[in-house]
């Protein structure tokens, strides 16, 4: 399951890469960069990038997941960015999946990695 963190750490730069571009839309449509909306989805993007070292750790897929949330529930100050925590939300989900998945076929044996070679 090593390689999944390398997953997990390239899935959060891109989202940290995604949530910095939206800062163009805070300026324009959020009040602009310097008010709480644009600082908030300034420390979302940094958390996100700090986060990146902390993947091999038990807390940081609730810690992931809770960062979805808070993007999500900026969709009363800015809907543009609630789209973006729902998008990586669903991301994540899938993720997680594939890694439950990998695990169940793991323990089961059935990994084509695991067969015997002819």
Request: contains cysteine.
């Amino acid at each position: 399951m090593k390689g999944f963190r390398g997953v997990m750490s390239g899935t959060l730069i891109m989202e940290a890469i995604t949530v910095a571009l939206a800062l163009p839309v805070v300026d324009k449509l959020g009040g602009g960069i310097s008010t709480g909306t644009g600082w908030t989805v300034i420390a979302v993007a940094v958390v996100l990038l700090l986060t990146c070292g902390f993947v091999k750790r038990t807390w940081a897929v609730p810690l992931i997941l809770a960062l979805q949330a808070v993007l999500i529930a900026l969709v009363f100050w800015l809907p543009a960015i609630a789209v973006l925590g729902a998008i990586f939300l669903a991301v994540w989900l899938w993720l997680l999946w594939l890694r439950r998945d990998v695990a169940r076929r793991m323990a089961a044996g059935t990994l084509a990695s695991q067969q015997p070679q002819p």
